[in-house]
């Protein structure tokens, strides 16, 4: 009985669009659009009526706001609800949800299986804390090592294998092995060396500069291959390629804009995310917030090059707020029975805002051509 009504479901959702959809007009600024989606007890709602805070979405609009040179006094604040809520084997929360009393709920699995990209992140969220925070990173030094040990189960070969549906591309088919997750824990064994180094641990300092080294060999050669994007403008940012990788994948890159996640050779999707019409959503819908991360990454190799993406861009500047994720045929905010773009999204305000910032602040004479 689930196959017929979810295709009843759907078709009616898309032939009575009007009774779905609710239509909203904001006005004011993005930055106070991503202040009113803060959440008191730490991070950034998804949107500001959601009630749900993710880990991941945190994640990038804490990076976002670094590449505005701000002091995000709040990443202490969330890295601590992250420790306060960790698991006795060493698990973070991928997300939070308010109950109905308003209670914050932890969440650890993605259906039935554990979301890992969490741990990672956290892990880099501490070692961000260094140039401000140090004692911080200090406190919590046991946290961060029951962090990575839970990490370390999924390890094998110097290469980290996920179950299915345990990371951000849920409607992916794998074998275990996803290269975006990859890319994360290699950042994250990158910072558990630093945090051991601020704990002036040098005997497991000495093991993750080992360990990082190995991993980041094993990811350039799958980097080299791949047509996913996400994972390699990530590797750009963290410095995970030779300083030429960047030129040849910015080249590779001149195909149809926005970018897409997967490049121009979409990965194989689940047979239920076809089911639901959602076999799209980490493939072929366009999501803003990654040509702003490039746009901003590119300011610090090339400017020219980062002004010409910025302007790609064009539609998505005047808008009044920006969504989560756009259909690829008219950049219209998607809306469907199953998958729907958040509005105000956190995020990509977030991500924007960092775009925004290095095109206004970095001049050729600063960042010169390469």
Known sequence: MQLPFVFLYRGTVSCLPSLFVREETIVYPFENQLNSNRCRRGGWYTSKHSGVVETRETFFTI???K??????????????RLADHMTADGQVPWKFTESWSGTAVPHYKYRTNPVVDANAQFLILLEWLYDTRSKTVQRLYLHARRAFQW???FMKDDM??????SSWATSREHTGYVLASNV???QSIRSMELICMIQKDKTQQKLMEVMHTRFVTQLQNNLYTTREVIPRILAVYWNMVPVHFWKSFNQELQYPLPLLTDGPQPYPTTWESWMYGTNDEHTTLVYPWLGFLWTAILCTKQYTLATQWWNRYQDFHTNSTLYSMYTPENLMPVRRAFIKGSIAHSMTLAMHMAGAATITTHTPPQCPDM
Do not use: T
């Open 67 to 80: 590449f505005c040179n701000q002091d995000v006094v709040h990443i202490e604040k969330f890295v601590q």
């Open 151 to 153: 990490l370390e189960q």
């Open 160 to 165: 980290f294998y996920e179950p299915p549906e």
């Open 184 to 186: 994360l824990v290699c």
């Open 63 to 65: 990076m976002a706001l």
